[in-house]
């Protein structure tokens, strides 16, 4: 087809800008989860986005670990009844990076499937 080539290369190209727009620390899906669950600024506790995700305790404790590292989580430890208890927000750089990534794949979707 004439011109459909420089379609191909156009959609190439705004596939690529999108792929690059995305977070790749929320690509994962226990990550992406974690920020959807806080973002609209609430906090939960571990036992909470464990309970969500179905995740164990040492993989979950490492991708919030790593969302922490990136300064996307704030960690507030304390005690209740004597019992250790974490609760997580998401912080503005994380909600920041969160929109970015969803506007990313939206953008990704809409020049697709257009």
Sequence with gaps: MPGSDRIEEHLRAAVRARLEALDRLLEHRVRLTVAVLLAPGRQLSFA????????????LGAHLKRLSEAGYLAIERGFVAGRPLSRYALTPRGLAALERHLDALEGLLTETLA
Excluded at 48 to 59: F, I
């Design 48 to 59: 909470a986005l464990k309970g969500v995700t179905g995740e164990s305790d040492g993989s």
